[in-house]
């Protein structure tokens, strides 16, 4: 019984049904005794605000938590004063600082982004970086920065925005936030990551562009068995809202981990999406059984592509042993066989949830990643046949640049757009408890994400952030954001040192790998000669790398 009341009257509506309660109370003293004005106006005035709460449209918290929501703003009111002298500081909380989720704020709402009195980090501090600006700043006329995705064997090459939405699956986020991110796609001319939980319902309501994900459990492509279906790919992927194929090999919230969605959270939805049964655990297996080596990976991609009549295909990792990365590239030359793009995701990304040991410390992060990715390419001449997609907490403009710089075409980011949905990064993601209705398939909790409203933020954080990217390029005094290269980025690494990111991260010269000329002492010297396109495994060599052979910067 308590829980069926729970269900019809949850707790976050408890102060609004308390205030009605003794609004009546009150009301029945006042006309019987006299008495009890006071508690009448008062909650009677908190009644009509509780009301109002649940059917104003712009703030997800106070339509979840009528009443109760508006202590979160009253103390959002006092931040400045109580966070200095008793909390963190604007720019320490993680994952994402305040000043960083304030960014994305403003830009999702459309408010100013301008901040006041100079920056509020320690530019002496170690790590600090910055961006090198010309004495003769270029005009860049627009700032829909746009970039071609498809090789010489890909007939439907894609124009694709330099800022795309990363990978989030319906089932992780809720059907509002999938209809919010996907019609934002639509208006602001950029791509909408489906995730590894396939193409749903909502996906399609408003026709954004869609890179379709499969991952290890093959969901939308799938036979009984959980192996992949030809037919069921074809089916999905010649749909002309999809774009591009991305096969998922592993994610930087949790790389080389799998994962299961219990039976109780396969609604009949999420069964649809994935052609799985409805109420039945949902498994994604660690690994891929489509194939087991570089050389069958390759002919997969060539499969994908010829099913999916020449949509650009690619991969998607986080980088963990570098010879495994090596192996593919040898597989490429090997076989003739290029994917059109590959996705870098760095260790620090991930919307998921994941065990703390994997969050914190499996997986190479996105900048060491994207750079040995980029490197290895070039060192084999092989880097403009294939284009380059970065996501690991990819918030501002910066981060974009900077990635763009370590070799990037382009960038996709998933926490920046939960936080133009509304996020306010409760971190109850896996718990079904959203307060915001993001990430959870309580219908009740949903009902606070409007979709409208949140779809113009979505539209208005993207379009914001490319402006301040085209403003960034221009201070630099270039056209373009491929024109960043790591000899405009700026590291501070000690009290009395700075050095461009050119030096901290080298590119590689190209071809160097086809002559072996210029990568001794190198991650490549201790790995490259010891892998081949048969075998993700190390091979033995005449001589045994040590840590000591290998150098710091990939």
């Not at 295909?313 to 495994?324: A, D, N, Q, R, Y």
Request: net charge neutral; proline share 4%.
């Amino acid at each position: 019984m308590l829980n069926r009341l729970k269900a019809l009257y949850p707790m976050r509506y408890f102060v609004l049904l308390l205030c009605i309660g003794l609004s009546l109370l009150s009301l029945f003293a006042l006309v019987a005794t006299g008495n009890g004005a006071v508690v009448f106006i008062a909650s009677t005035a908190l009644t009509i605000v509780g009301i109002r709460d649940l059917q104003q449209r712009t703030s997800s918290v106070r339509r979840n938590y009528p009443i109760m929501g508006h202590f979160r703003f009253m103390l959002e009111s006092i931040r400045p004063e109580l966070r200095q002298y008793f909390l963190e500081s604007d720019t320490e909380a993680a994952p994402f600082s305040r000043n960083q989720r304030s960014l994305a704020y403003s830009r999702a709402k459309g408010e100013s982004d301008k901040r006041p009195f100079g920056t509020q980090l320690d530019v002496n501090a170690n790590g600090h970086e910055w961006i090198n600006h010309a004495m003769v700043p270029t005009d860049v006329a627009s700032c829909d920065f746009r970039v071609r995705i498809g090789g010489a064997d890909c007939l439907q090459p894609y124009e694709a925005s330099v800022f795309n939405i990363s990978a989030m699956s319906f089932g992780s986020l809720s059907a509002n936030a999938i209809q919010a991110l996907n019609a934002g796609a639509k208006r602001g001319g950029f791509a909408h990551d489906t995730g590894e939980g396939s193409i749903s319902q909502w996906h399609r309501v408003h026709g954004g562009d869609l890179i379709w994900e499969i991952g290890s459990g093959y969901f939308g492509c799938r036979d009984s068995e959980g192996r992949f279906n030809p037919e069921a790919f074809a089916a999905n992927a010649l749909q002309p809202q999809v774009k591009m194929i991305e096969i998922k090999l592993s994610q930087g919230a949790k790389p080389g981990h799998g994962g299961v969605l219990p039976g109780s959270k396969v609604t009949e939805e999420i069964a649809q999406a994935r052609g799985v049964p409805m109420g039945e655990d949902c498994v994604s297996p660690a690994a891929h059984s489509a194939f087991s080596t570089p050389r069958e990976l390759m002919a997969f991609i060539t499969e994908l592509r010829e099913l999916s009549h020449g949509k650009p295909v690619g991969f998607k990792l986080c980088v963990g042993h570098p010879w495994e990365l090596f192996s593919l590239v040898k597989a490429m030359q090997d076989t003739g066989i290029t994917p059109d793009f590959i996705v870098v995701d760095g260790a620090e990304g991930g919307t998921g949830a994941a065990p703390l040991e994997f969050s914190d410390h499996v997986g190479t992060p996105l900048q060491e990643g994207l750079r040995l990715v980029h490197n290895t390419l070039v060192g084999v001449g092989l880097r403009d046949r294939i284009a380059l997609g970065a996501s690991g907490k990819v918030i501002s403009a910066f981060d974009i640049a900077r990635a763009m710089a370590l070799g990037a075409d382009w960038c996709n980011s998933a926490r920046g757009f939960m936080f133009a949905l509304g996020c306010i990064q409760a971190q109850t993601c896996h718990t079904g408890e959203c307060p915001t209705g993001v990430t959870t398939q309580d219908p009740l909790r949903q009902r606070g994400l409007v979709v409208p409203d949140k779809a113009s933020r979505v539209y208005n954080f993207h379009h914001e952030t490319l402006k301040a990217l085209r403003e960034l390029v221009q201070a630099a005094g270039l056209q373009h954001p491929r024109d960043i290269t790591a000899d405009h980025i700026v590291r501070r690494v000690n009290d009395h040192e700075v050095h461009l990111m050119s030096k901290l991260l080298p590119e590689m010269t190209a071809g160097a790998l086809l002559t072996d000329a210029e990568h001794q002492d190198s991650v490549f010297r201790a790995y490259w000669n010891r892998c081949n396109s048969n075998s993700f495994a190390l091979h033995s060599a005449g001589h045994q790398a040590t840590l000591s052979n290998i150098r710091t910067t990939l």
